[in-house]
Structure formats: C-alpha cells, structure tokens
C-alpha cells in the first residue's frame, strides 16, 4: 500500500513539472524569414507565424507570459524587415514578470512593432492593418523609438493600438504608449495617418480614457458628439493626415480621450491636440472635426473638467488651469476662432461658445467661484 501511494505521488510530481515546461511555435512560410524566441522561466508560450519576409524576435523572462506574433498570412505574404539605413524592423516583444500577455497581428506590411512590459499581468495588443512609416531615425541618429509601440512597467496595465487602412496605403509615422503604475488603461486608433503622430504616457494609478465620462457640468455638448460614435472606445482617435495626438498625465484616476477627423480629402487633417495633467481625479475631451484646428489643455490640479470642441478649419483652444474643481469648456463651429481660458483657483466656471467665423474670446479668472460665459455668432 505504501509503495503504491509513494507511485502515485511521483506521478503527480512528475505531472506538475511537465505542466511548467516553456512552449515555442515558430510557422514560417515563405523566403528569408527570421524570428528568435528566447523564454527563461516556467509556462511561458511563444508562438510566432511569418508568411513572406519577416523578422521577430521575442524574449520572455518570468512565469505564464503568453506572446503571440503574426506576420502575414496564408493568403497574403507580407515583407516586414528593415530599411537600409534606418532603425527598427517587424516586431519584438519583451516581457519580464508573471502572467504577462502580447499580442501582434499584422495583415500589411510595417517596419516597426514593439511591445515590451515589465510587471505583472499586464496586456498589450497591437493590430496593423495599415503600412506604418519608419520613424526617419538613421542608426548613427538612433533614438531608440519604433514607429509602434507598447512599453509597460507595473502591474495590470493594458494598452491596445489598431491602425487600419484609408487614404490609399498609408499608415501611422509614430504611435507610442508608455505606462508606469498600476491598472492604467491607453487605446489608440488611427485611420490612415500619413506623418500623423499619437502618443500616450501616463505614470499613475487607474488612468483611462472619457468616452462615457460626464461632462453636462460644462453646459455644452460633448466634443464627441461630433463624430456619431465613429471614434469608438478609444483613449485617442484620428482620421487623417499630419494630425498629431499628445497625452502626458502624471497622476490618478484622470480620464482623457482625444479625436480628431478630416473633412476635406484634399487637405486630410493637420490637426493638433494635446493634454498635459499633473494631479487627480480630472476629465479631459478634446474633438475636433476639420482641417488645421488646434487645441491645447494644461492642467495642475484634482477634479476639473475640461472640454474643447471644433468644427471647420483653422481654429484653436487653448485653456490652462491650475487649481481644483474648476469646470472650462470650448465649442467653436467655423473658421478661424481662437479661444483662450485661463483659470488659477477654485470651483471656476467658464465657457467660451463661437458660431460662424473669425471670432476671439477670452476668459482670465483668479480666485475662487468665479462665472464667465462668452456665446458669439454671426
């Protein structure tokens, strides 16, 4: 009896470490693919499959990290592998902690793809469906950027970046996520995008994006409306040439969403929105429709709500606040308005609303509990 229990005992034993053992798949299919699969640690899987000419390489150093590399498929054979001259080729995943999880598919050709997180149980995704640009980088200029990537370190963090095909071929110059902290959350979409740019760097904890945020106290419509629901559940949203996204929040629980769209096929975009957030719990929409428009929002402090909104061509936003529980909010419908709030103190209100063309509005408030409200037509 005993020598039967200590059988099935090693039997067990034996099972487990069999369960441990790493997994690698390499598929390719094609002419003078490269892929590297290195994975130190217990449960890893790596599966990597090339149809064409590709190069990946994935490195996995922890327990349970899960990668997963497409290049092409059956059907349709894709080149991804480096330019003379220029740095950053296919795709490289790197992980480093426990139960981490990387995806890349790529259904058109690219030269550059990266994801790389440190942590634990962090997610990232990446879906190209459209040519992405090389960054213009040489190697003896290297700044050490690919035009797409992920880079992650801490726990549970979960980024997803999807290009998809319009104005012919064309794809994304540089799209970047870079999230230090926990539980942070950065999506971006771009539609075409030529010489477009996004980026995303958030250190905090909790910090996503505002599609369904609650912005009614600013009494405008939400920039978002602009769009009938075309930009999606995403953190940052273009459709468009030469347009550039910029998000940069060093704090917690901020929600943030930007999306822009050209109108004009002729002219596509050259829009220009950033966010910069040091502090908590604030609410940030930026949409814009049309060609030329800018909008800019810097804010120092907790719980302020801040939208801005535009439609037509050559219009700009800008509003700075510093303090807490301010609400300030833009819409501007036509061309060439410019509106400009400035708030420094507490539970400011100000709104700023042009209709038609060539319009000014400027609000400066200091202090506390202060009311302004611009409304201009013609």
């Known amino acids: 009896m005993k020598k039967l229990m200590l059988s099935a005992a090693a039997l067990m034993i034996g099972a487990i470490g069999f369960a441990q053992n790493s997994d690698a798949l390499i598929n390719q299919v094609g002419a003078q693919n490269d892929a590297t699969v290195d994975q130190i640690g217990l449960a890893n899987d790596a599966n990597v499959d090339q149809f064409g000419k590709n190069f990946a390489d994935v490195y996995q150093n922890g327990t349970s990290n899960v990668a997963d590399v497409d290049q092409g498929t059956a059907s349709a054979h894709r080149t991804n592998v480096a330019l003379t001259g220029y740095y950053g080729a296919g795709s490289w995943v790197s992980q ?30 990446q879906f190209l469906d459209a040519y992405t640009s090389y960054r213009g980088r040489s190697i003896n200029n290297y ?39 926990d539980d942070n959350y950065g999506s971006q979409h771009s539609k075409g995008g030529a010489g477009s740019v996004m980026t995303i760097k958030q250190v905090g904890y909790f910090n996503g994006n505002a599609v369904g945020a609650d912005v009614s106290s600013t009494g ?22 030469r347009s550039t996204a910029t998000i940069d929040i060093t704090g917690d629980n901020n929600k943030t969403t930007q999306a822009q769209e050209y109108t004009v096929w002729a002219l596509s975009g050259e829009n220009t929105a950033t966010i910069n957030i040091i502090g908590n719990l604030n609410t940030v929409i930026q949409g814009q429709l049309g060609e030329y428009n800018e909008s800019y929002v810097d804010i120092s402090g907790h719980e302020n709500v801040v939208t801005t909104g535009q439609e037509g061509d050559y219009n700009d936003a800008d509003v700075n606040v510093d303090g807490d529980s301010n609400v300030a909010a833009v819409m501007q419908t036509g061309n060439n308005h410019e509106a400009i709030i400035w708030q420094s103190g507490n539970n400011n209100f100000g709104t700023i609303t042009s209709n038609g063309n060539d319009h000014f509005g400027e609000i400066y408030q200091t202090g506390d509990m202060n009311n302004g409200v611009i409304t201009q037509q013609n």
């Open 143 to 181: 700044d050490g950027r690919m035009s797409i990537e992920i880079i992650q370190s801490g726990n549970r963090n979960e980024a997803l970046q999807k290009t998809t095909t319009s104005f012919g071929t064309h794809g994304i110059q540089k799209m970047w996520i870079d999230q230090t902290g």
């Open 220 to 241: 405008l419509d939400s920039p978002l409306d602009l769009f009938n629901g075309s930009n999606g559940d995403y953190t940052q949203y273009q459709w468009g040439n």
């Open 96 to 125: 480093i902690g426990q139960g981490n999880n990387a995806k890349v598919a790529v259904t058109e050709s690219n030269i550059g793809s990266r994801i790389n997180q440190g942590g634990i149980d962090n997610d990232a995704k």
